[in-house]
């Protein structure tokens, strides 16, 4: 059965609906989250709050409105993000990541174990974007920072950076499009 | 506003599509985004499609979890009731983001009852402000109010549940004032305003973070009677201020604020 369809049963309060859900999402979840938040024990943490609150809000999932995936995933990176902001403010970060430089990747180790065709397309994509578009997106995406923070951090102007943010996405779909 | 600054500030808050599908925006700029949204169908459009384009990129990294997560989701759900649906009549036009975003902050493990180390006069009265509004709202509520209300509940929840959480209030002569309860650990706060009424018409209530070397940063606007929960606040700042301001908002304070509180007594300052 399709996410979307499983999503609906779980709305009903079908736990077994949601387990058979767990095992289509939790890939794609867990690995969105591990690559926002980074630390391996956080990640499970955001992940595990990610997957409940599907089950408690999958009642406002409207399959007109979209694949349930995406929306899957958007719950996940809002809270990837969440986390990821507040830890930053805290300067947990720094810490974090002069750690991490110093014991073997963490990152590494899943990006062997899982070496997916989508992957490999969206790799793809993202290599013929422009340099500036390519960073606008992933810098946004996969690291957690606002558009301001981009900005500063590739000294542009906020307006280059919202319409280099959009291109990019754009682009990656005309690209994408022959791969789904 | 003249008809051309509000063109404008519609063509700015309409280059905000792709940083919101990205997730790019501030707490205070994503509300004010989404608000924007509700009215603006071409908006919409354009943020579920790009919003599908950003779940391609998570695509791209998905990865095996854990294996003992999912034993801990499965029991844990076993537990969780799940919410109603929201009304659909209401918010049809409503995109995936903002049916999905305002998601609790969920905690699977109940938080352990812990001693508030608060002195206890300056909480009951911080705390019963809170309420007060808490309640004054619930007398009008929709489904999608209660909803809102109640993810806002548990917000306030999870920072009266912080091991750190300590109460501050200021009040002036007349006895308006501003509330704060406060976890510094976590960063987060609720903030009520009480007694200073509607701001005049086409102006708003804007809170703001006050931070040594920084410019203010905007936490969001404040409505009489509500309280707003604010999170990521930077162990540094020093205290909140609210000011008047245009609709919508500002980037930066335009005017004095009129009422001010420090953060130092809620263990903010370090």
């Given amino acids: ?75 996940a990176h809002r809270r990837a993000v969440d986390r990821v902001r507040s830890a930053r403010a805290a300067g947990e970060r720094e810490r974090r990541e002069a750690l991490r430089a110093a014991s ?34 992933t810098l946004a995406y996969y690291d957690g920072y606002t558009y301001r923070e981009v900005a500063e951090r590739l000294s542009l102007p906020l307006g280059t950076v919202k319409t280099r943010m959009r291109d990019g996405l754009t682009r990656l779909r005309e690209c994408l499009g022959g791969a789904a | 506003m003249s008809p051309l600054a509000r063109l404008l500030r519609r063509e700015d808050l309409h280059s905000l599509a792709a940083p919101y599908a990205l997730d790019a925006l501030d707490p205070a700029e994503r509300a004010r985004f989404e608000r924007h949204l509700r009215r603006c169908r071409p908006c919409d459009a354009e943020v579920r499609a790009l919003s599908e384009d950003a779940a391609r990129l998570a695509c791209s990294t998905a990865a095996p979890p854990p294996p003992a997560l999912r034993d801990r989701v499965l029991a844990a759900v076993r537990d969780t009731p799940q919410e109603p649906a929201p009304a659909r009549g209401r918010t049809p036009r409503l995109p995936p983001h903002v049916w999905g975003t305002q998601p609790p902050p969920a905690r699977i493990r109940a938080p352990r009852p812990r001693p508030l180390f608060v002195p206890f006069a300056t909480t009951t009265a911080a705390a019963a402000l809170v309420v007060a509004a808490l309640f004054a ?87 009489e009677g509500e309280p707003l929960t604010v999170t990521d606040l930077e162990r540094t700042a020093t205290s909140l201020a609210v000011t008047v301001e245009p609709e919508g908002g500002s980037d930066l304070p335009t005017t004095r604020p009129f009422v001010q509180l420090t953060l130092k007594t809620v263990g903010f300052g370090e």
């Fill in chain 1, 1 to 75: 059965m399709e996410a979307d369809e499983l999503l609906v049963l779980v709305a009903r309060g079908d736990q077994k609906a949601f387990e058979k859900l767990y095992d289509l999402v939790a890939g794609p979840v867990y690995g969105l989250v591990q690559r926002v938040v980074r630390d391996p024990a956080q990640s499970e943490e955001v992940a595990q709050e990610a997957l409940l609150d599907l089950w408690r809000s999958a009642a406002r999932f409207d399959p007109r409105r979209g694949s349930a995936l995406s929306w899957v995933l958007t719950l």
């Fill in chain 2, 137 to 223: 709202v619930q007398a009008h509520r929709t489904r999608e109010e209660l909803d809102a209300q109640r993810d806002r509940t548990r917000e306030i929840t999870r920072v009266l549940a912080a091991p750190d959480a300590r109460a501050a209030t200021g009040r002036d002569a007349r006895g308006r004032g501003i509330a704060v309860i406060a976890s510094a650990s976590e960063g987060r706060a609720v903030v009520a305003l009480d007694g200073y009424g509607a701001p005049p018409a086409g102006r708003v209530h804007q809170l703001w973070l006050m931070r040594p070397g920084a410019p203010p940063r905007s936490l969001g606007l404040l409505t």
């Fill in chain 1, 104 to 137: 073997p990747a963490f990152d590494h180790v899943t990006e062997e174990v899982e070496a997916g065709l989508e992957r490999e397309w969206v790799r793809r994509c993202l290599d013929r974007l422009t340099a500036l578009q390519r960073q606008s997106v």
